[in-house]
């Protein structure tokens, strides 16, 4: 079975320019989340999804971050425009349902450069 | 109070020797209590989880030990071996809270 599928595993951009992430969850899981991660640093919730719905947005800057979950299986995060503190791992995750114990799967990340 | 404070950040251990990172937590409703590894360009994977009703969980060579009074857990590696450098990171929630994450610790284990 496929794990959590997430592209471009790396992108070197410009501060103020768009970027993009999008993650591709294991088929069957409704739960998907997005998670900041800075070097040395644990995991930060940015945005929960159960099925297509936002149920935890509380931690996403909304001023220049936007996600979408389209048909509750694939989803995007967007940065616009980037600021150089954005430089991270994006992580996406996925699990089966939104239980506090259901096992949440990483895909690789994206490594976010902002120059 | 929704913080889990883990130590130590780094940890050389020789090969062969046990392993130890501790992780505490405030918030008492936490009830579930994992710990994911985490390689090098790689997204961290459960490694093993507990709940607050047992004080000792063993897999393999991985324990977790809970200390639901001193509100403190920790991850014991038995017999290290050198596949075992990775970053390690405690975890707590509960209900249909998020996780909240420990800092990390890298562990090095030397041949």
């Known amino acids: 079975e496929a794990g959590v599928v997430q592209s471009p595993r790396y992108k070197i951009i410009e501060k103020k320019q768009p970027v993009a992430f999008w993650c591709n969850p294991i088929?069957?899981?409704?739960?998907l989340y997005w998670y900041l991660q800075n070097l040395g640093q644990g995991p930060e919730l940015l945005i929960r999804?159960?099925?297509?719905?936002?149920?935890?947005d509380s931690q996403l800057p909304k001023d220049r971050f936007s996600a979408e979950r389209l048909k509750g299986v694939d989803s995007t995060l967007k940065i616009q425009p980037a600021e150089l503190g954005d430089s991270a791992v994006y992580l996406c995750?996925?699990?089966?349902?939104?239980?506090?114990?259901?096992?949440?799967?990483f895909g690789p990340g994206t490594r976010l450069t902002v120059l | 109070q929704q913080q889990v404070k883990q130590s130590p950040q780094s940890l050389i251990v020789q090969k062969g020797g046990i392993s130890i990172i501790n992780c505490a937590y405030e918030?008492?409703?936490?009830?579930?209590f994992p710990w994911y590894q985490q390689f090098p360009g790689k997204g961290p994977a459960l490694l093993i989880a507990?709940?607050?009703d047992v004080s000792e969980k063993k897999e393999g060579r991985f324990t977790i030990s809970f200390n639901k009074s001193a509100k403190q857990f920790s991850l014991h590696i038995m017999d290290s071996q050198p596949g075992d450098s990775a970053t390690y990171f405690c975890?707590?929630?509960?209900?249909?809270?998020?996780?909240?994450w420990g800092a990390g610790t890298k562990l090095i284990i030397k041949p």
């Open positions: 918030n008492t409703a936490f009830d579930y």
């Open positions: 088929s069957g899981h409704n739960t």
């Open positions: 995750a996925s699990s089966l349902t939104s239980g506090n114990t259901d096992t949440q799967y």
């Open positions: 507990i709940r607050p």
């Open positions: 999804y159960e099925n297509e719905e936002a149920v935890d």
């Open positions: 975890a707590a929630s509960y209900s249909n809270y998020q996780l909240i």
